[in-house]
């Protein structure tokens, strides 16, 4: 978000939900470290006090919802309207505002994204460090932000996911790439964005033991939404191979099926 107009964004993605027949779900976040110094400031953004852009990036999103909710965000041509009279965007999406989810790095950013009325979108590494392991970092994450939704009031139910790295080994080639990416190395800790951050471990093994180790993990537990990371770098046949390889040997296992039918790409709890 700190890089993007809140209500341009809002425009283009109603107008995708409308061409998508309300498919559209929409993941945002303050956005990751980068490269340039500042980078948002190029765009013409400015956030004087918050050096990672967080502050601007709150605001804009919350421009943004007000925009995708329908609000009336700007003033009109009183010539036109009369005098007072404001303009929502178009077009507008029904029902857009409830699949749009926060990237959150953390149990308060959790929180807050409750206190938004948004979704929770969790990655595989959290700026936290306390010790525990990533799934129960994760898990109390999860369940702050339930509780902060249930304290603001919204009148509807809201979705959590969490992102893993799940690899089952099946064929040779498999075991190339990730075989040595053993779970049994558990999570890392490490300084991302000048934070010690957990980050969550790479879940690479045979579809039996992939199996009891994703039933052990709180946060895939607690949460309705499972994102597999791929490694786009491999390639697009590699890639629907992982896909294919977890839809059939591992999420039957789980409980796990498709809502929608064709060529497999993800899998809801």
């Known amino acids: ?120 979108m969790s990655s595989t590494l959290l700026t936290e460090a306390s010790g525990e392991s990533f799934g129960d970092l994760q898990r109390a994450q999860i369940d702050r932000f339930r509780d902060a939704w249930q304290e603001a009031g919204h009148d509807w139910a809201p979705r959590v996911s969490v992102s893993r790295s799940i690899f089952p080994i099946t064929t040779d080639l498999d075991d190339l790439y990730f075989g040595r990416r053993s779970s049994a190395d558990g999570d890392q800790i490490g300084i991302i964005d000048d934070m010690r951050s957990t980050f969550g471990k790479t879940y690479a093994a045979a579809p039996d033991v992939l199996i009891d180790q994703l039933k052990a993990d709180p946060a895939i537990e607690a949460a309705d939404t499972v994102m597999l990371t791929i490694p786009s770098q491999i390639g697009v046949d590699y890639n629907l191979h992982v896909l294919q390889s977890f839809a059939e040997h591992v999420a039957p296992a789980l409980g796990w099926k498709p809502n929608w039918e064709g060529p497999v790409t993800g899998y809801p709890i």
């Open 1 to 120: 978000m700190r890089y993007e107009n809140p209500l341009y964004l809002a425009e283009e993605s109603a107008a995708l939900d409308l061409l998508s027949d309300g498919r559209v779900a929409i993941g945002v976040s303050r956005g990751s470290p980068e490269p340039a110094e500042r980078g948002w400031e190029a765009f013409g953004y400015l956030d004087a006090e918050d050096a990672k852009g967080a502050t601007i990036a709150r605001a804009k999103f919350g421009k943004f919802m007000d925009a995708v909710r329908g609000e009336k965000v700007a003033p009109a041509d009183p010539a036109q309207y009369g005098p007072g009279a404001r303009l929502a965007i178009e077009p507008f999406a029904p029902g857009l505002d409830k699949r749009i989810w926060w990237g959150a790095g953390t149990a308060a950013t959790g929180e807050w994204a409750a206190a938004q009325g948004v979704n929770l």
